[in-house]
């Protein structure tokens, strides 16, 4: 296995890595309360998920 020769310089390692950035995730709005959920996830607020009821939600 090939090993480097010569150690790599801190801004090449950084030049490599410009990259490596977390995306913002997209918000959607429920159908039914209109809050702000991430897509294809049930609303944590009312429980409903494509206009159907799935979960009952306390409080």
């Not at 090993?3 to 990259?19: E, V």
């Not at 977390?22 to 039914?32: F, Y």
């Not at 809050?35 to 009821?53: A, D, E, F, S, T």
């Amino acid at each position: 296995m090939g090993l480097p020769k010569r150690r790599h310089s801190q801004t090449r390692g950084r030049k490599r890595r410009t990259h490596y950035k977390v995306a913002k995730p997209s918000i959607a709005v429920c159908t039914n309360c209109g809050n702000p959920v991430l897509p294809h996830r049930v609303c944590g607020i009312c429980g409903y998920y494509k206009g159907q009821k799935v979960l009952d939600v306390k409080g």
